[in-house]
């Protein structure tokens, strides 16, 4: 008899929710990370009583009624509603876009003058069939004003290359709305954890062993022996040894400030979509929650190559990565008794509601 059914490797979303469920199976299960802390990326610190997202800025949206009634069932949420703002050399655009940007850019109020306008900025590039690379795309898709105001300095940020270099299928359309609505999501239910997202994660683990500071690579022996099943949900690749190369990511580099002030910018996220300016934005954690502190907390985000010393974000999932995690994913299938599952260890972008309802599924196919 081994101690534990299953250990957990890494607090976040996928671990704790798979943790969660299989507990209430009746189920024994150690949750570990490598971090000083649970909740993985959705990790929230109070500082000045104002939750701070440590790892970028963090909405939860979704329209599946089942995962929102899920986390509702642990915490509370409230109204907060994503509407960020782009400021293009000091003048400020409503995102996403929409009639407010419309009015912004051209002065134009109806939508019928908005699609005209759109139509003759795109008609200088109408000649471009099929577009070869990112810039093309934009022009092709909204011509040269919302490419160049809001499109092409944000996304050379954060891909680190001009545009020109970056493939054409990262944009596919552009979402353009033609009222005054400034809600960034389509989705039917918005909100943020009133308390934190560590309040939540918090509850998901009540009851559960959890080890902090602990590498699984560096106490495997020990773990591999303490459980009957490992749920994985860190990097693929270092699963592996990395024994068929490593997986690229873009990672972000966070520059963080406490102000005596009340109110800096006046929204949560402000993007800044000019080149010159190094960060893509600025986050104000106190609006994510109608904060009325004195004080207030900043801070910015700038995108950054990764490697060993920093943290890896965003999969990049061109051709040469996707046949190497194929390569890892081969691998993986054939071991009966561990569970890959998350971001990481799938090597795919998921947002809070998707990496939750694939953990439930994958404690679905488990009893
Ligand atoms: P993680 O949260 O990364 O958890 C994995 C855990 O495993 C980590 O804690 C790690 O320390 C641990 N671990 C890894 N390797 C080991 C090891 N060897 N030993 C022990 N522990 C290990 N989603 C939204 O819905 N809305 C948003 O607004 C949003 N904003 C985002 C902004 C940014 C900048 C980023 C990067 C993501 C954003 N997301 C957002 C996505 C969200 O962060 C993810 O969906 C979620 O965090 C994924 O959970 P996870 O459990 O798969 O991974």
Known sequence: MKQYDYLIV????????????ATKKGRKCLVIDKRNHIAGN????NIEGINIHKYGAHIFHTSNKEIWDYVNSFVEFNRFTNSPIANYKGKLYNLPFNMNTFYQLWGVVTPEEAIA?????????????????????ALVLGGKDIYEKLIKGYTEKQWG???????????????????YDNNYFNDIYQGIPIGGYTKLVDKLLEGIDVRLHTNYFENKD?????ANKTI????????????????????????NHLLDKSNYQGNAVVNYTEKEIEYTRIIEHKHFEFGTQEKTYITKEFPHE???????YYPINDDKNQELVAKYQEKASLLDKVIFGGRLAEYKYYDMHQVIEIALEAVKKEF
């Open 10 to 21: 890494g607090a976040g979303l996928f671990g704790s929710v798979f943790a969660h469920e």
């Open 42 to 45: 959705v990790f929230t610190e």
């Open 117 to 137: 306008k759109i139509e003759e900025q795109k008609k200088e590039y109408a000649h471009i069939l099929e577009p070869k690379n990112l810039e093309e795309q």
């Open 161 to 179: 290359r001009p545009a020109t270099q970056i493939p054409a299928f990262i944009i596919r359309r552009l979402p353009f709305r033609f009222t």
């Open 222 to 226: 020990e773990l591999d022996l303490i």
């Open 232 to 255: 994985y949900t860190g990097k693929i690749d270092e699963f592996f040894n990395f024994e068929f190369g490593e997986l690229d990511y873009r990672s972000l580099h966070f520059e």
């Open 306 to 312: 990764f490697s060993k010393d920093n943290e890896p």
